[in-house]
């Protein structure tokens, strides 16, 4: 139970865009399509930001998106805001009936 | 409105137990998988057991497998996380959380210590 590999940190711009990449195995992100990202402020619940590898629940801005490639999965946010600034973790289910999370990524908003 | 609310955190001794509570509201609760997350100090988010909606399945984090215990009563619309044999490591915020995958519904969190 590895968890799933993501960047430590990222940063943009307002109004940029950034990916943030969370790479598994064939066991969990390439084989299933039920990849999760979540955003998380400091003090604070996690938020549900994308489920299914790409789909946005009810709320969730469309700047927010999601994809995946063997086993890649990326968040990407575009028109960052300052509001965007925060931790942020996918998730996968794995072929042992298991979660897994990734490591987190903090968004900078310079 | 959906509502989770823990309860049963604290602060316990390396070796001791606890037992985590979490009430669920605003749904329908035998629908749903439900699960136990965890976040140390610090630390980033860690997927810890879900059970099935009828308690018949159940999985775990390889490292509380045969320490902790998921359980729920759908009577009771309650979800429990008996917790023996508790480590340093295990101090965490503890959340509650509806479903197993793309979670929306999560609870406030309880914090578990465990010191001497």
């Known amino acids: 139970q590895s968890a799933l590999t993501q960047p430590a940190s990222v940063s943009g711009s307002p109004g940029q865009s950034i990916t943030i990449s969370c790479t598994g195995t064939s066991s969990d992100v390439g084989g299933y399509n039920y990849v999760s990202w979540y955003q998380q402020h400091p003090g604070k619940a996690p938020k549900l930001m994308i489920y299914?590898?790409?789909n946005r629940p009810s709320g969730v801005p469309d700047r927010f998106s999601g994809s995946k490639s063997g086993n890649t999965a990326s968040l990407t946010i575009s028109g960052l805001q300052a509001e965007d600034e925060a931790d942020y973790y996918c998730n996968s289910y794995t072929s042992s009936s298991l979660v897994v999370f990734g490591g987190g990524t903090k968004l900078t908003v310079l | 409105e959906v509502q989770l609310v823990e309860s049963g955190g604290g602060l316990v001794q390396p070796g001791g137990s606890l037992r985590l509570s979490c009430v669920a509201s605003?749904?329908?609760?035998?629908?749903?998988?439900m699960t136990w997350v965890r976040q140390a100090p610090g630390k980033g988010l860690e997927w810890v057991a879900s059970?099935?909606?009828?308690?018949?399945?159940?999985n775990y984090v390889d490292s509380v497998r045969g320490r902790f215990t998921i359980s729920r009563d759908n009577s009771k619309n309650s979800l429990y996380l008996q917790m023996n044999s508790l480590r340093a490591e295990d101090t965490a915020v503890y959340y509650c959380a509806r479903d197993r995958a793309g979670i929306i519904y999560w609870g406030q969190g309880t914090l578990v210590t465990v010191s001497s």
């Open positions: 605003g749904f329908t609760f035998t629908n749903h998988f």
């Open positions: 299914e590898v790409s």
């Open positions: 059970i099935k909606q009828d308690g018949s399945e159940k």
